[in-house]
């Protein structure tokens, strides 16, 4: 089984800075894609930041210019760099990955479990 554990969140003031981690475990061949969503109260899951597992990268639009998102493969771990944050970024945020179990096999996609972001303005 794997398993995404994510780290990082808090609680900061408007402008201020996170970052988020989140290490992927479990038997498995290889990881794809990952990337960052979050969920505000009210709102629908909505995509951060993507990674392949080849370093390209996609940012939603509210995002792009403040959030980096980034990967080390030796240590199936993905990040997400939050600067200037504002009070619209606050949600939870989950990473998920497209994981290869074995080779020439369909991905499986798994997601972490969450972790709270609050921005006091």
């Known amino acids: 089984q794997v398993q995404l554990v994510e780290s990082g969140g808090g609680l900061v003031q408007a402008g201020g800075s996170l970052r988020l981690s989140c290490a992927a475990s479990g038997k498995f061949f290889k990881i794809k894609d990952m990337g960052w969503y979050r969920q505000a109260p009210g709102k629908q899951r909505e995509l951060v930041a993507l990674?392949?597992?080849?370093?390209?990268?996609d940012y939603t639009d509210s995002v792009r210019g403040r959030f980096t998102i980034s990967r080390d493969n030796a240590k199936n771990t993905v990040y997400l760099q939050m600067n200037s944050l504002k009070p619209e970024d606050t949600a939870v945020y989950y990473c998920?990955?497209?994981?290869?179990?074995?080779?020439?096999?369909?991905?499986?996609?798994?997601w972490g479990q969450g972790t709270q972001v609050t921005v006091s303005s």
């Open positions: 998920d990955a497209d994981v290869l179990l074995a080779a020439r096999t369909d991905a499986y996609r798994y």
């Open positions: 990674i392949t597992n080849g370093g390209s990268t």
